[in-house]
């Protein structure tokens, strides 16, 4: 079984960019939703789709299975959709032996930008780089699955990093 461990913060500044490894536009679309586990289809730059399907309520670790599918089957899915679309572009960007993920989301959600660290461990301590700002690992609201099912709520968007 995988296991997804990772930590969430709002990014504080644009100076990542200059670091970046790779920009990948994405949509993404959640099936079901339950407080413990969601299915959630995902295309990668109009050519690639995955189905991933994920349990637990913990907000730090979590059983996450993802599978390649057909990216027209993926397209169809995505009118299915519960809620929101998420539409971003997953910047890659490497400090220190960790890869972290940075979102910068489009369309009901442009302006919120959000890095991501998978860890391999618990007890893994990356360094936080300068553009890092508030950590928001155990904050719902900064959830996906909370972006694409609940009520658009735009103060997210523009919200402080402290």
């Not at 913060?9 to 949509?27: E, G, K």
């Not at 299915?39 to 907000?59: N, P, Q």
Request: proline content about 4%; aromatic content about 10%.
């Amino acid at each position: 079984m995988a296991k997804e461990i990772e930590r969430k913060f709002l990014v504080a500044n644009d100076s990542w960019r200059s670091q970046a490894t790779s920009a990948t536009p994405m949509r993404q679309a959640y099936l079901s939703v339950n407080h413990d586990r969601s299915i959630r289809v995902r295309t990668s730059h109009d050519e690639t789709a995955k189905l991933t399907v994920k349990f637990g309520s913990g907000s730090l670790v979590r059983d996450e299975f993802e599978y390649s599918i057909p990216f027209e089957d993926a397209a169809e899915m995505i009118e299915f959709a519960v809620g929101n679309v998420i539409e971003k572009v997953r910047y890659t960007v490497d400090v220190s032996g960790f890869t972290w993920e940075v979102d910068v989301f489009e369309g009901a959600y442009r302006g919120l930008v959000i890095a991501e660290v998978e860890l391999k461990s618990v007890t893994d301590c990356p360094p936080l780089p300068d553009w890092i700002g508030r950590e928001v690992t155990g904050d719902r609201r900064y959830s996906n699955q909370a972006l694409a099912t609940e009520r658009l709520k735009p103060e997210l968007v523009h919200a402080v990093s402290n």
